[in-house]
């Protein structure tokens, strides 16, 4: 807002949110493993699972202040509270279901190993829509149902052939959609060029623009910086008073972790959902 007065206020939290998430995909394709450390590439892979959910919800309550232009911090955040409960419990829910699923399926026995891969890639569609018909948030279920799903082994229930089959067909599947929505960005960028607002290019065509996006990248970067930072000072707080040895981050890998938040699929996704007129 304050480097394109011309965006209002709602409008710039609601670009804030839809570009917190980054994306796993993108970043455990460009990262080389054997450079990175072990835990910052566990950070960067995780936190995109949850702020794909609280951005997204953000997101939403941003664009309702944005057309209804009406915002009431306390009906926000009870909505907020219930949207995260709620969501949670249907990603819990979700997975109950499915273990169950699982169990009958091998009482039953000489199931095929494709039923109990079809139990898998539908959990999270369940989970998603439980929580939407509660009007919670669908994603931060799926989420909860993903992220449980490691942890409370579920992958008991799943045969050998089964569970090779559900991770190569999870793989090719998270393959076809990043590339799909980073095709449907490439078409549209022809049409994003020549239509600039002209809010955006009022001293030059081009210099303008390009300057903005540069100045909101960096801006994103800092931020990650100085939380990597304020997360790195809370962890050698938290060792100290847990009497155990904490490992801090070097300037370099605060660096790359403040580089490596690639933006992805689902910030494209939240962009292409904003609304093109108000009421």
């Not at 569609?125 to 669908?138: D, K, N, P, R």
């Not at 790195?232 to 008073?241: L, N």
């Not at 370099?252 to 009421?279: C, D, F, K, N």
Request: proline share 4%; net charge positive.
């Amino acid at each position: 807002h304050w480097l394109v007065p011309s965006i209002p206020l709602v409008v710039a939290f609601a670009l804030a949110a839809v570009l917190s998430p980054t994306d796993a995909v993108a970043v455990s394709s460009i990262v080389d493993r054997n450079v990175v450390p072990a835990r910052l590439m566990h950070i960067l892979e995780g936190e995109s699972l949850l702020n794909d959910a609280s951005g997204l919800v953000m997101f939403r309550f941003a664009v309702a202040a944005a057309l209804t232009g009406s915002f009431s911090l306390a009906a926000a955040s009870l909505t907020f509270l219930y949207a995260v409960g709620a969501g949670i419990l249907a990603g819990v829910a979700a997975l109950i279901v499915a273990a169950k699923t699982l169990q009958l399926l091998n009482r039953i026995g000489g199931v095929p190993s494709e039923a109990q891969v079809l139990v898998m890639i539908l959990m999270p569609f369940i989970a998603y829509l439980i929580a939407e018909h509660a009007e919670a948030s669908g994603i931060l279920a799926a989420v909860t149902a993903g992220l449980l799903t490691g942890g409370s082994g579920l992958f008991r229930y799943l045969g050998v052939s089964a569970r090779m089959q559900a991770m190569s067909l999870w793989t090719t599947l998270s393959f076809i959609f990043n590339g799909a929505l980073f095709i449907l960005l490439g078409l549209q960028l022809p049409d994003i060029v020549r239509n600039v607002p002209p809010e955006l290019s009022s001293r030059h065509w081009l210099i303008e623009p390009v300057a903005t996006v540069l100045i909101l990248t960096l801006c994103l970067i800092g931020l990650r910086f100085l939380w990597i930072w304020v997360g790195d000072i809370a962890q050698r707080v938290a060792a100290r008073f847990g009497k155990h040895k904490a490992e801090p981050f070097g300037l370099r890998v605060r660096l790359a972790g403040s580089v490596a938040g690639v933006r992805g699929a689902i910030t494209l996704a939240g962009i292409l959902s904003l609304p093109l007129a108000m009421a």
